[in-house]
């Protein structure tokens, strides 16, 4: 047996092709070489080789003399695979030299050494002397075939080591569709399986469970294909592979793997801290060994097949049908309205009243109106107070300041600022005196530089996200993306496209509130052509820049959550808040030009201040964590821009941030509060602000003291709760003041209220989170619940999407009550 190996060899390495000529003796070489061999070998070591069989348990000693080899055969057929399991275990305990073992197959080599030695962090060495692997099993072409392999046990230690060896077939090698496989594995004993993909199934879900959390342990998928990486230095060689403490799951399609079929490989690690677990050793030594216990995890494995092609095609289509059916319901709308007021034109403007007269008669109605509500009391709005401040003014004096910027070059006009906007009770009209062409061109540019943003924004981020999904689909590691994976359902080159396709509604939604915006802009544009009293004089001044500006930003957060959702984790989650945080400012931008477009921010101030709050949540996910002396800072910073901002908006812009503001503010509390005590000139504002500050100190508080992980989602809270508070504070002064909420803009708000709330019930399900490690993420992973496609988080998509629509059309439909009001005679707050 030895000469026949030594012959083999030799022939291969050292008499390969030559010409015939020397042949003979390259041969006599070759004979004489492995004769010496055989004698140096034979003076140095003692081969001995024994024909083995399976399921028996070999007790045997090995020394530096002496090397055993064992002869295994075993049949193996084309249609079934059994595998073959190696078990060994060291008796002896302190030799100087491990024993290594040698598995020779026909196409594959298996070696190891006992104690296995597996490194975890920081080098820690972690020595096992119970291995248990499983052999390669390469496919054979032919019907049955009869193969040998040989396990050759040696060491280089001059004492005798006690070591055990079985050999044993796995049964139960081949996993079966839908039927739960039950086994053990540990760092030192990895255990893999195969799978053959069945007929009529393309794509399946390999699911791993266990009812211990540690140890951590890694599930793999695997080519078959020799050899098989399956210890916890080398899983992550090839294939994919995730971490997983009770739960992982992997979705596998047949055309990766053209054998059509796998291996599921699963790997115990030597250390928990990859799964969130403490790391319990500190060694004092570098070399030192440590025992890691017992880590045994008792595992769970099942594959299913995952959806066909008619599950995609129903969940696209029901994702078109619902938000198609509000475009639908939106065109029936128009057409209603349209048939509406034509028969109220047809009512208004007889055919024999030629449009002069009928503009004569508009105008005598409104100077009447106006005249009117110079005298009237207003019992109505219930402020007796203000009867003289809302006087009805000309056409002239509208236009006393048509400059757009806050300061204008005449004192006199400037005097009168500050006259007007400083009264105790001011009307629209107060606040509306700036030419409207001017006021106009500067709304439009909060469209236009949101369009900017979105194009400069949105190209680096696709382009990254796409570079995310490369890198997971080359590299095979599923830790990169925090995915629900137990319904993740890809579809090309995407991981989990109905995480996608349910961030469809942002997008249609958005554009369908532009078409309702272009509609109401043409339609005031007309009104305006024809010189219409109502659309001149009456109602909140039409702007519509921040409405488009509102729709483009709903449209950009669809698609920039769909680019996060391409590979959601912590590095990214700022795509899939920016433009909520846009979405935030503008709608209490838009709330507060209602009442007050001639003082309301400018797009570049606006956009600059919501930079800042990106910028500081960039910062927030990047060195947050546990930072002490970024939370200080950020508490400072939040609680002066609260005190700064509410300073504004009690003076209407009245006041100064200059270096006479400390003597401005003493003067201040000396005179209405030590020198006489005076209640606040503005109780309605006052009110608001002071609740707007002890919301957001209190959320400064708790940020300072809490110091959440998500800094992103506590600084969309802070924008969110500042919304509703003054949301709810425009509702509340509206309804005071006498005025109504009509039909349609009150079932928007019973419906929008409605679908937040089933929204945000879906939302805190939480099937995923980055705040944690990826297998401690993937313990959240729940199946589908609507058509098989669907989970939770698109849920939320669906219901969030339709109800930041519904909000937008709150917001543009809740004063649609005072089209027909003068606007002296609505009031400000």
């Known amino acids: 047996m030895v000469l026949r190996s030594c012959w083999k060899s030799r022939h291969k390495n050292s008499c390969g092709p030559a010409p015939r000529w020397i042949r003979p003796a390259l041969l006599w070489l070759c004979v004489t070489q492995c004769v010496c061999g055989i004698g140096a070998v034979e003076d140095s070591k003692n081969v001995v080789q024994k024909d083995a069989e399976f399921d028996v348990t070999y007790n045997d000693s090995v020394t530096s003399q002496n090397q055993t080899i064992y002869a295994f055969n075993h049949t193996i057929s084309r249609n079934k695979t059994e595998g073959v399991r190696v078990t060994v275990d060291v008796l002896s305990r302190g030799s100087d030299s491990p024993i290594l073992f040698v598995v020779r197959q026909k196409q594959a080599v298996l070696s190891f050494q006992i104690p296995l030695i597996l490194r975890g962090l920081y080098q820690r060495k972690y020595p096992y002397n119970h291995v248990g692997r499983t052999l390669c099993q390469p496919p054979t072409r032919a019907a049955s075939e009869t193969q040998y392999f040989f396990v050759d046990v040696s060491t280089l230690s001059s004492q005798g080591t006690n070591y055990q060896l079985r050999v044993s077939r796995v049964e139960s090698f081949t996993l079966q569709t839908d039927k739960k496989f039950s086994f053990t594995a540990s760092p030192s004993q990895p255990q893999y399986f195969k799978y053959v993909f069945p007929d009529g199934v393309d794509t399946v879900i390999v699911k791993v469970n266990s009812d211990m959390t540690f140890p951590c342990s890694v599930m793999s998928i695997q080519d078959i294909q020799c050899p098989v990486y399956d210890l916890d230095n080398n899983v992550a060689f090839i294939g994919m592979y995730q971490t997983m403490t009770k739960k992982g799951a992997i979705t596998v399609q047949r055309k990766d793997f053209p054998s059509n079929s796998f291996y599921v490989v699963v790997v115990v690690k030597t250390e928990d801290e990859a799964c969130g677990g403490p790391l319990r050793f500190y060694p004092l030594r570098p070399d030192e060994l440590i025992d890691a216990g017992n880590r045994s995890k008792l595992i769970d494995v099942v594959v299913t097949p995952a959806i066909n092609s008619e599950v995609y095609v129903m969940g696209m289509l029901f994702c078109l049908g619902i938000f198609l059916s509000f475009y639908l319901l939106t065109l029936l709308m128009t057409c209603l309205e349209n048939k509406r007021m034509k028969k109220r034109e047809a009512f208004q403007v007889p055919d024999d009243m030629s449009p002069a007269e009928t503009a004569d008669n508009g105008s005598t109605l409104s100077s009447e109106a106006i005249t009117d509500s110079a005298t009237s009391t207003d019992n109505n709005y219930g402020y007796i107070e203000r009867t003289m401040d809302c006087v009805g003014r000309s056409r002239h004096e509208s236009l006393s300041s048509v400059e757009e910027d806050d300061y204008d070059t005449l004192d006199d006009i400037n005097s009168d600022k500050n006259i007007v906007r400083t009264k105790k009770y001011l009307c629209v009209s107060d606040l509306s005196r700036k030419d409207k062409r001017i006021l106009s061109k500067k709304y439009q540019i909060y469209f236009w530089n949101i369009a900017t943003i979105a194009v400069f924004y949105a190209l680096p981020v696709v382009q990254l996200v796409i570079t995310y999904q490369t890198v997971v689909n080359v590299t095979g590691n599923q830790d990169i993306c925090y995915y629900n994976f137990l319904c993740a359902h890809p579809l090309g080159a995407l991981s989990a496209f109905n995480n996608i396709l349910s961030n469809l509604g942002y997008v249609l939604l958005g554009f369908l509130f532009l078409l309702i915006i272009l509609k109401r802009d ?226 928007c708000i019973l419906f929008t209220a409605v679908v937040w709330g089933f929204a945000l019930f879906f939302f805190f399900q939480g099937l995923s989170t980055w705040q944690k490690t990826p297998a401690e993420s993937r313990e959240h992973n729940r199946d589908c619940i609507l058509l098989s496609f669907f989970d939770d988080h698109d849920i939320w998509h669906f219901l969030s999407s339709i109800a930041m629509f519904g909000s937008f059309l709150v917001l543009l439909t809740m004063d649609d009550d005072l089209d027909t009001v003068q606007r002296d005679k609505i009031l400000a707050f």
């Not at 709903?554 to 959601?568: I, K, N, R, T």
């Not at 006479?660 to 005590?677: A, K, N, P």
């Not at 606040?680 to 708790?702: H, Q």
Request: charged share 15%; net charge positive; with cysteine.
């Open 522 to 747: 043409i339609a005031h544009n007309r009104a305006l052509f024809r010189k219409d009293l109502n659309a001149l004089e009456c109602g909140i001044p039409k702007h519509f820049g921040l409405y488009y500006a509102m729709g483009t930003a709903l449209m950009m957060e669809g698609l920039l959550s769909a680019c996060y959702h391409v590979c959601p984790n912590y590095t990214n989650f700022q795509f899939d808040t920016s433009f909520m945080y846009m979405i935030a400012g503008l709608c209490v931008l838009k709330l507060y030009q209602k009442r007050h477009p001639d003082i309301n921010a400018s797009a570049y101030t606006a956009y600059a201040c919501l930079a800042g709050v990106i910028f500081f949540s960039v910062l927030g996910v990047v060195f947050g964590k546990g930072n002490t002396v970024f939370w200080i800072v950020f508490s400072v910073i939040h609680i002066l821009a609260t005190m700064l901002l509410s300073t504004q908006l009690y003076y209407m812009g009245r006041w100064r941030l200059d270096s006479g503001i400390l003597r401005r503010i003493v003067y201040i509390v000396y005179t209405d509060c030590i020198r006489q005590c005076s209640g606040p000139m503005y109780i309605d504002r006052m009110v608001l602000l002071v609740l707007g500050n002890i919301i957001n100190w209190s959320l400064a508080a708790f940020g300072l003291i809490e110091r959440p992980n998500d800094f992103a989602s506590y600084l969309l809270a802070i924008a969110i709760c500042n919304l509703l508070l003054y949301f709810a504070f425009y509702i509340i002064m509206k309804l005071r003041s006498g005025e109504r909420i009509q039909c349609l803009a009150l079932v």
